[in-house]
């Protein structure tokens, strides 16, 4: 019989991968909702140490995979590994980030196990009276939302991006049991071979990690409308983001952009700069703690998520908004 809510678990050169620790807060919630546990799945080289991290952050179980094949992430041994784990251990659900790992990954493991993968959720949540996993997931360029159910198939699976399911704090007294799970691995399963891994360095700051965006969206007028918001964000200590209009467009690179098809963010402070609040975009950012937007149009859909609402033209209160905020720093630093 089918039980408890399993979570892959990311790593890279050995360090847990955040999108993990979010999926083990949302699992927390569908097992209590079943009354069952949550599992986490961690594959790697000498990464048994971090198993308490995922305990303290939901996981009443850990089952580890070590093996110096597991080391950096190849399709065949990970498929291998988690396809035994869930055919041995017939989890209830089992969810995936959809990183560029989970959406190499749980697709196989879908096909071999036979069973169905709802991609890109938005939502998870079970089914008081069937107790299936209800999976909402954007449908038709994100102008709909789709509800997945798989009735006749377990486990019942999922991916979801990064950022959009919330973490559970560092609980330091929670305690769980760590399993060391054995696959036998063949040189056989090793299809590929690592020639090299070359890492870009990269200098600026994840949107998703930020704790003020400002983002700039089609009323901007063009990739120079952003020359104000960056100077706007050097004041806040803030980030850069913007909608897809803007990215589309070329005005800005594909990392900064918000919305179901960008990235799920979820700063204390999100000024939605020209931005007209289509549902794809508001998907995106709705979850800020303090959203400010300022737009010409009275009637933009983005005032209906707005905390505060500016009707104006941003050439006039952005600048308005730099001297209100280098005024009170003249203040502070005159104390």
Known sequence: ???????????????????????????????????QDVVGVLLGEKVKDHADVLIRHGADKVIVVEDPMLKEYVTEPYAKAITKIIKDKEPEIVIYGASSIGRDLAPRLAARIHTG???????????????????????FGGNLMATIVCEDFRPQ??????????????????????????????????NVKILDIAKEESHKKDITEAKILVSGGRGIGGPEGFKPLQELADKLEAEISASR?????????KDHQVGQTGKTVRPELYFAMGISGAIQHVAGMEDSDLIIAVNKDPEAAIFEV?????????????????????????????I
Do not use: H
């Open 306 to 334: 707005a905390d505060l609402g500016v009707v104006g033209d941003i050439n006039a209160v952005v600048p308005k908004l730099i001297e209100a905020i280098e005024r009170e720093q003249r203040i502070k630093a005159e």
């Open 1 to 35: 019989m089918s039980k408890d809510v399993f979570v892959f678990i990311e790593q890279r050169d050995n360090k847990l991968e955040k999108v993990g620790i979010e999926l083990l807060g949302k699992a927390r919630e569908l097992a209590d909702d079943l009354g």
């Open 245 to 253: 209009a803007s990215v589309d467009s070329g005005w800005i690179t």
């Open 157 to 190: 699976m999922a991916t979801v991006r990064p950022g959009v399911m919330q973490a559970l704090d560092n609980d330091t007294s929670r305690k769980g049991e760590v399993e060391e799970f054995k696959v036998d691995f063949e040189d056989a399963d090793m």
């Open 117 to 139: 993968l709802t991609a890109d959720c938005t939502k998870l949540e079970i089914d008081p009276e069937s107790k299936n996993l209800m999976m909402t997931r954007p449908a």
